[in-house]
T-cell receptor
Framework: EAGVAQSPRYKIIEKRQSVAFWCNPI?????LYWYQQILGQGPKLLIQ????????DSQLPKDRFSAERLKGVDSTLKIQPAKLEDSAVYLCASSAGLAEGPQYFGPGTRLLVL | QKEVEQNSGPLSVPEGAIASLNCTYSDRGSQSFFWYRQYSGKSPELIMSIYSNGDKEDGRFTAQLNKASQYVSLLIRDSQPSDSATYLCAVGGSGNTPLVFGKGTRLSVIA
Protein backbone atom coordinates (compact mmCIF):
# COMPACT_ATOMS: atom_id res chain seq x y z
CA GLU A 1 0.00 0.00 0.00
CA ALA A 2 1.43 3.35 -1.00
CA GLY A 3 1.95 5.86 1.76
CA VAL A 4 1.20 9.55 1.93
CA ALA A 5 2.92 11.44 -0.89
CA GLN A 6 4.07 15.05 -0.66
CA SER A 7 5.84 17.43 -2.97
CA PRO A 8 8.09 19.25 -3.20
CA ARG A 9 10.44 17.85 -0.56
CA TYR A 10 12.38 21.07 -0.18
CA LYS A 11 11.64 24.68 -1.01
CA ILE A 12 13.63 27.87 -0.54
CA ILE A 13 11.88 31.19 -1.12
CA GLU A 14 12.31 34.80 -0.16
CA LYS A 15 9.96 36.52 2.25
CA ARG A 16 6.81 37.90 0.72
CA GLN A 17 6.87 35.28 -2.03
CA SER A 18 4.18 32.63 -2.32
CA VAL A 19 4.56 28.86 -2.13
CA ALA A 20 2.30 25.84 -2.51
CA PHE A 21 2.59 22.30 -1.20
CA TRP A 22 0.79 19.22 -2.49
CA CYS A 23 -0.35 16.09 -0.68
CA ASN A 24 -1.86 12.81 -1.84
CA PRO A 25 -3.17 10.72 1.08
CA ILE A 26 -3.25 6.97 1.46
CA UNK A 27 -5.89 5.55 -0.87
CA UNK A 28 -9.29 5.42 0.79
CA UNK A 29 -8.37 7.67 3.71
CA UNK A 30 -11.18 10.15 4.29
CA UNK A 31 -9.37 12.44 6.70
CA LEU A 32 -6.40 14.59 5.74
CA TYR A 33 -4.32 16.83 7.99
CA TRP A 34 -1.72 19.53 7.45
CA TYR A 35 0.77 20.13 10.25
CA GLN A 36 3.56 22.63 10.76
CA GLN A 37 6.59 21.38 12.66
CA ILE A 38 9.21 23.82 13.84
CA LEU A 39 12.59 22.41 14.86
CA GLY A 40 12.50 20.99 18.38
CA GLN A 41 8.72 21.03 18.65
CA GLY A 42 5.92 18.59 18.04
CA PRO A 43 3.67 18.90 14.98
CA LYS A 44 1.08 21.66 15.21
CA LEU A 45 -2.20 21.09 13.39
CA LEU A 46 -3.00 23.71 10.78
CA ILE A 47 -6.11 22.24 9.17
CA GLN A 48 -8.11 19.00 9.14
CA UNK A 49 -10.32 17.86 6.26
CA UNK A 50 -12.97 15.17 6.33
CA UNK A 51 -13.46 14.25 2.66
CA UNK A 52 -13.58 17.71 1.07
CA UNK A 53 -14.97 19.58 4.08
CA UNK A 54 -12.98 21.47 6.71
CA UNK A 55 -13.32 20.00 10.23
CA UNK A 56 -10.84 22.22 12.08
CA ASP A 57 -8.84 25.21 10.87
CA SER A 58 -8.66 27.08 14.15
CA GLN A 59 -4.86 27.32 14.10
CA LEU A 60 -4.50 28.21 10.44
CA PRO A 61 -3.23 31.80 9.97
CA LYS A 62 -5.94 32.62 7.50
CA ASP A 63 -4.49 35.99 6.51
CA ARG A 64 -1.66 34.19 4.70
CA PHE A 65 -2.38 30.45 4.67
CA SER A 66 -5.05 28.68 2.63
CA ALA A 67 -5.78 25.05 1.92
CA GLU A 68 -8.18 23.11 -0.19
CA ARG A 69 -9.08 19.51 -0.83
CA LEU A 70 -11.10 19.46 -4.00
CA LYS A 71 -12.79 16.13 -4.80
CA GLY A 72 -11.87 14.83 -1.35
CA VAL A 73 -8.53 13.29 -2.33
CA ASP A 74 -5.47 15.48 -3.03
CA SER A 75 -4.87 18.64 -1.08
CA THR A 76 -2.82 21.80 -1.51
CA LEU A 77 -1.57 24.18 1.17
CA LYS A 78 -0.58 27.69 0.11
CA ILE A 79 1.29 30.45 1.87
CA GLN A 80 1.03 33.97 0.48
CA PRO A 81 2.96 36.05 1.38
CA ALA A 82 5.55 34.03 3.28
CA LYS A 83 7.27 35.33 6.41
CA LEU A 84 10.59 34.32 7.93
CA GLU A 85 8.79 32.55 10.79
CA ASP A 86 7.07 30.23 8.31
CA SER A 87 10.35 28.33 7.92
CA ALA A 88 9.42 24.85 9.10
CA VAL A 89 8.56 21.36 7.91
CA TYR A 90 5.03 21.02 6.57
CA LEU A 91 3.67 17.56 7.18
CA CYS A 92 0.63 16.00 5.60
CA ALA A 93 -1.04 13.06 7.32
CA SER A 94 -4.09 10.95 6.63
CA SER A 95 -6.32 8.59 8.55
CA ALA A 96 -9.09 6.22 7.66
CA GLY A 97 -11.67 8.61 9.03
CA LEU A 98 -12.22 7.11 12.43
CA ALA A 99 -11.73 9.92 14.89
CA GLU A 100 -9.78 7.74 17.27
CA GLY A 101 -7.70 6.07 14.61
CA PRO A 102 -4.00 6.54 13.92
CA GLN A 103 -2.63 9.06 11.46
CA TYR A 104 0.08 8.27 8.94
CA PHE A 105 2.51 10.95 7.86
CA GLY A 106 4.05 11.78 4.53
CA PRO A 107 7.76 12.65 4.20
CA GLY A 108 7.13 16.38 4.66
CA THR A 109 8.18 19.53 2.83
CA ARG A 110 11.04 21.47 4.34
CA LEU A 111 10.50 25.21 3.75
CA LEU A 112 13.16 27.84 4.23
CA VAL A 113 12.12 31.47 3.96
CA LEU A 114 15.02 33.90 3.50
CA GLN B 1 -6.34 24.29 25.93
CA LYS B 2 -5.59 20.57 25.69
CA GLU B 3 -1.99 19.82 26.57
CA VAL B 4 0.35 16.88 26.22
CA GLU B 5 3.53 17.06 28.25
CA GLN B 6 6.76 15.17 27.68
CA ASN B 7 10.23 15.55 29.11
CA SER B 8 12.33 16.88 26.24
CA GLY B 9 15.41 14.93 27.29
CA PRO B 10 17.83 13.91 26.09
CA LEU B 11 17.31 10.57 27.75
CA SER B 12 20.50 8.54 27.51
CA VAL B 13 20.50 4.78 28.09
CA PRO B 14 23.16 2.13 27.45
CA GLU B 15 22.64 -0.42 24.72
CA GLY B 16 20.60 -3.37 25.96
CA ALA B 17 18.89 -1.40 28.74
CA ILE B 18 15.20 -0.52 29.06
CA ALA B 19 14.27 2.99 27.95
CA SER B 20 11.21 4.48 29.66
CA LEU B 21 9.44 7.42 28.04
CA ASN B 22 6.60 9.21 29.77
CA CYS B 23 3.71 11.44 28.75
CA THR B 24 0.92 13.19 30.64
CA TYR B 25 -2.18 14.78 29.18
CA SER B 26 -4.73 17.28 30.39
CA ASP B 27 -7.99 16.20 28.74
CA ARG B 28 -9.80 13.54 30.81
CA GLY B 29 -12.03 12.77 27.83
CA SER B 30 -9.11 11.55 25.72
CA GLN B 31 -9.83 8.25 23.99
CA SER B 32 -6.80 7.33 21.90
CA PHE B 33 -3.07 7.42 22.52
CA PHE B 34 -0.21 7.02 20.10
CA TRP B 35 3.56 6.91 20.12
CA TYR B 36 5.46 8.08 17.07
CA ARG B 37 9.18 7.78 16.42
CA GLN B 38 10.88 10.57 14.49
CA TYR B 39 14.43 10.28 13.25
CA SER B 40 16.31 13.50 12.60
CA GLY B 41 15.20 15.01 9.30
CA LYS B 42 12.41 12.47 8.84
CA SER B 43 8.66 12.49 9.42
CA PRO B 44 6.93 10.84 12.39
CA GLU B 45 6.39 7.09 12.13
CA LEU B 46 3.63 5.37 14.12
CA ILE B 47 5.01 2.68 16.41
CA MET B 48 2.28 2.06 18.99
CA SER B 49 -1.37 2.81 19.61
CA ILE B 50 -3.34 2.12 22.80
CA TYR B 51 -6.96 2.76 23.63
CA SER B 52 -7.69 1.06 27.00
CA ASN B 53 -6.05 0.95 30.40
CA GLY B 54 -3.20 -1.48 30.89
CA ASP B 55 -0.27 -2.65 28.84
CA LYS B 56 0.06 -3.37 25.15
CA GLU B 57 3.14 -5.14 23.84
CA ASP B 58 4.53 -5.23 20.32
CA GLY B 59 7.97 -6.75 19.97
CA ARG B 60 10.43 -4.75 22.07
CA PHE B 61 7.86 -2.00 22.64
CA THR B 62 5.30 -1.82 25.46
CA ALA B 63 2.79 1.00 25.81
CA GLN B 64 1.19 1.55 29.20
CA LEU B 65 -1.96 3.59 29.78
CA ASN B 66 -3.46 4.82 33.04
CA LYS B 67 -6.47 7.02 32.34
CA ALA B 68 -7.11 7.74 36.01
CA SER B 69 -3.66 9.29 36.31
CA GLN B 70 -3.79 10.72 32.77
CA TYR B 71 -0.48 9.08 32.03
CA VAL B 72 0.84 7.05 29.12
CA SER B 73 4.30 5.58 28.78
CA LEU B 74 6.43 3.70 26.29
CA LEU B 75 9.00 1.11 27.31
CA ILE B 76 11.67 -0.02 24.89
CA ARG B 77 13.38 -3.24 25.92
CA ASP B 78 16.87 -4.22 24.80
CA SER B 79 17.48 -0.70 23.48
CA GLN B 80 19.59 -0.46 20.34
CA PRO B 81 21.53 2.48 18.90
CA SER B 82 19.00 2.45 16.04
CA ASP B 83 16.32 3.40 18.60
CA SER B 84 17.99 6.79 19.00
CA ALA B 85 15.33 9.24 17.86
CA THR B 86 12.71 11.65 19.15
CA TYR B 87 9.58 9.96 20.48
CA LEU B 88 6.33 11.90 20.16
CA CYS B 89 3.29 11.22 22.29
CA ALA B 90 -0.06 12.04 20.65
CA VAL B 91 -3.44 12.07 22.35
CA GLY B 92 -6.86 12.08 20.70
CA GLY B 93 -10.31 12.93 22.00
CA SER B 94 -13.73 11.78 20.87
CA GLY B 95 -15.60 12.73 17.74
CA ASN B 96 -13.49 14.63 15.27
CA THR B 97 -11.20 16.14 17.89
CA PRO B 98 -7.74 16.26 16.33
CA LEU B 99 -4.66 14.69 17.90
CA VAL B 100 -2.58 16.84 20.19
CA PHE B 101 1.14 16.15 20.07
CA GLY B 102 3.72 16.60 22.79
CA LYS B 103 7.05 18.21 21.98
CA GLY B 104 8.80 14.87 22.04
CA THR B 105 11.51 13.20 24.09
CA ARG B 106 14.91 12.74 22.51
CA LEU B 107 16.33 9.28 23.23
CA SER B 108 19.99 8.46 22.82
CA VAL B 109 21.10 4.83 23.09
CA ILE B 110 24.81 4.59 23.78
CA ALA B 111 26.69 1.61 22.31
Amino acid sequence: EAGVAQSPRYKIIEKRQSVAFWCNPISGHATLYWYQQILGQGPKLLIQFQNNGVVDDSQLPKDRFSAERLKGVDSTLKIQPAKLEDSAVYLCASSAGLAEGPQYFGPGTRLLVL
Amino acid sequence: QKEVEQNSGPLSVPEGAIASLNCTYSDRGSQSFFWYRQYSGKSPELIMSIYSNGDKEDGRFTAQLNKASQYVSLLIRDSQPSDSATYLCAVGGSGNTPLVFGKGTRLSVIA
